[in-house]
């Protein structure tokens, strides 16, 4: 069996900086006017990103609204149809289309998902969990690999929130991820949220998983809120994006950019959609953070 490779050589370099170190926001219809009207003054979200998913049709009110807003802030397309891990390989029509609207927009950043969410004759509603393993780590960077070539450029990959583990794993997350990243040549989209509920759910050390991401891999940054159930076995956190991010979320974010310096930051609401301000002001406390950070001597970017 052929061994990986070691998660704690140097990366291959850092991802090119082509989103402004500062706070966006996650675009929605209801504050596509509100973010218009903001283009012109100081308290303007510093880039958007849109899930382009949304925007795969050739015409219409959102392609008018998103032209206009593409003259004025730079874009990032998150994408959720992919389905990187699905073992029969990544939805083709979702990349062919992802690559007409790149095309079409230019944006400044493109990622996906450590996820898979059909097979050869399903598609389901979830980026479900894929197993750590040497296999699965041949085929996902296979895939990333197709779909770099294909937009010729490199992209981020996002680190899940999971709500199990497979027993058969036979490498940490953030191996897998290193790795991943090292053999194609794609960045980290780093959802800090994530990491506080993958940790809680399936027993994970959230600082040490904050200290051991390399932040030379790290081209985004996303924050968000999540749900919360508490059973008898403990708390189970449920990745919603429909609230404020946590203030453990708010710590471990302020743990990573102390040590990474200012990092893209987006603050990620999805589901019970706040007023524009609200939205803003969280937008507000990230780069409030990114501010205090003065120069200081480099850290070693990995914990072992």
């Known amino acids: 069996m052929p061994a990986i490779p070691d998660p704690f ?79 029969d390989g990544l939805n083709a029509d979702d990349l062919e289309k992802l690559a007409a609207l ?92 994530n990491v506080e509920v993958t940790a809680t759910n399936v027993g994970l050390d959230m600082d040490g998983y904050i200290d051991a991401i390399d932040p030379a891999l790290v081209g985004e940054i996303h924050l968000a809120g999540h749900a919360r159930e508490d059973h008898d076995s403990g708390p189970l956190l449920i990745d919603d994006h429909g609230s404020m991010v946590t203030d453990t979320t708010w710590r471990l974010y302020r743990r990573f950019i102390e040590r990474a310096g200012p990092k893209a930051t987006l603050i990620e609401w999805d589901t019970d959609i706040p007023a524009y301000d609200v939205l803003m002001a969280e937008v507000g406390k990230a780069e409030a953070i990114i501010a205090d950070q003065q120069p200081q001597e480099p850290r070693h970017a990995l914990a072992r």
């Open 102 to 193: 790149c095309d079409r927009y230019q944006p400044a950043m493109v990622s996906d998902h450590l996820s898979w969410s059909g097979n050869a004759h399903d598609r389901y509603p979830d980026l479900l969990p894929i197993p750590y393993t040497r296999e699965a780590l041949a085929h996902l960077a296979a895939q990333i690999a197709r779909v770099q070539d294909r937009l010729q450029r490199p992209i981020l990959i996002e680190n899940p929130s999971r709500y199990l583990s497979y027993r058969d794993d036979e490498m940490s997350e953030t191996d897998f991820i290193h790795a991943l990243c090292r053999q194609t040549g794609c960045g980290l989209l780093f959802d800090i949220n």
């Open 9 to 87: 050589a140097p990366s291959v370099g850092p991802m090119p900086h082509s989103l402004p170190p500062s706070g966006g926001i996650g675009l929605k219809s209801v504050h596509y006017q509100n973010v218009l009207d903001d283009a012109a003054t100081a308290k303007r979200p510093s880039w958007v990103e849109v899930h382009p998913q949304n925007y795969f049709g050739d015409g219409g009110p959102a392609h008018r609204w998103l032209t206009a807003i593409a003259e004025a802030y730079p874009l990032s397309f998150h994408s959720v149809g992919l389905s990187l891990g699905s073992a």
